[in-house]
Structure formats: structure tokens, C-alpha cells
């Protein structure tokens, strides 16, 4: 079985920075591109960032220039780093990798307010 596990949310002030992890654990699998999604209340969910495991990365127009996302294939790890967050970062986070399937972390929340 494949887990993954995010950290690194929570309260954050506008102009404010974050950096979210994601472990992958269980049966060693290689595991191809890894990345993040988000889902505001009321909003469909919607992809922020991926990476490949050549580390190609795409992200969303309304991050680009403010996210960074990276991985550690050594700890099976993707990071989201985010900076200047703004209100409308506010949402859940969810980390998925793909071991020839998808598997998604759990979520974790971000809130961006003063």
C-alpha cells in the first residue's frame, strides 16, 4: 500500500511564504511525476504544480512566479515552496505521485488572512 503524507499548512498573513512536504511511503515503487493540487470551497479541484522525475515542472498561471515546486527522490519527498500569498491561496492542498497509478495525500489546509 502507497501513502502519502502532507505537512506544512496552516494560518499564514497575506505577503506571507509557506512550504509544504509530501511523503511517499509503503511498497517500494519508482514513482514517476509528483506534484500538487489545491480545492478553495465552492471551486473545482485545480492543479498548482508538478514535477517530473526528470524534473520537468509546470505550474498554474495564478502561482507562476510564486511557487516552486521540487522533489527529493532519495526521501520519496515533493515540496510546494509559495511566497506572496495572497487570500485566494487559501484552500486544501493535496500532494499525488504516480506509481503507475495516482495516489493522493490526505490533504492539508492552508488559510491565508490577517
Known amino acids: 500500500q502507497v501513502q502519502l503524507v502532507e505537512s506544512g499548512g496552516g494560518l499564514v498573513q497575506p505577503g506571507g511564504s509557506l512550504t509544504l512536504s509530501c511523503v511517499v511511503s509503503g511498497r517500494a515503487v519508482r514513482i514517476g511525476a509528483m506534484g500538487w493540487y489545491r480545492q478553495a470551497p465552492g471551486k473545482e479541484r485545480e492543479l498548482v504544480a508538478s514535477i517530473t522525475r526528470g524534473v520537468t515542472t509546470n505550474y498554474a498561471d495564478s502561482v507562476k512566479g510564486r511557487a516552486t515546486v521540487s522533489r527529493d527522490n532519495a526521501k520519496n519527498t515533493v515540496y510546494l515552496q509559495m511566497s506572496s500569498l495572497n487570500p485566494e491561496d487559501t484552500a486544501v492542498y493535496y500532494c499525488?505521485?504516480?506509481?503507475?497509478?495516482?495516489?493522493w495525500g490526505q490533504g492539508t489546509q492552508v488559510t491565508v488572512a490577517s
Open positions: 499525488y505521485a504516480d506509481v503507475g497509478q495516482i495516489y
